[in-house]
Nanobody, 125 residues
Framework: QVHLVESGGGSVEPGGSLRLSCTAS????????VGWFRQSPGKEREWIAN??????MSYISDSVKGRFTISQDPSTVFLQMNNLKSDDTGIYYC????????????????????WGQGTQVTVSS
């Protein structure tokens, strides 16, 4: 059973920064895609970024490019969020494909079968 845990959310003022973390357990693949999504109030779940955990290729959505970056260390995938705006408010999720697939570009919600519970990000003045 795959288990994903997001952490690092909180409340910040516009222009502030947060770094989210995603850790995974129960995955037998050595390399696999990890995606970040967000669920903003009144909006559909939106793809933010992905990275090939254990690899090097990563992708950022145009909506956050220049402000957000995705990275990894041997145990964690990070989403660094800078210059936060009120529109960035939402629940942020990490996810992995059920088959351990790699990602080679932008991804969609249906590409991922295993999801964390999410971490809340609130940006307000």
């Amino acid at each position: 059973q795959v288990h994903l845990v997001e952490s690092g959310g909180g409340s910040v003022e516009p222009g502030g920064s947060l770094r989210l973390s995603c850790t995974a357990s129960g995955i037998t693949y050595r390399r696999y895609c990890v995606g970040w999504f967000r669920q903003s109030p009144g909006k559909e779940r939106e793809w933010i970024a992905n990275i090939n955990f254990g690899g090097s290729m990563s992708y950022i959505s145009d909506s956050v490019k220049g402000r957000f970056t995705i990275s990894q260390d041997p145990s964690t995938v990070f989403l660094q969020m800078n210059n936060l705006k009120s529109d960035d408010t939402g629940i942020y999720y990490c996810a992995v494909p059920s088959d351990g697939a790699w990602c080679f570009g932008p991804t969609r919600e249906t590409d991922f079968g295993d999801w964390g519970q999410g971490t809340q990000v609130t940006v307000s003045s």
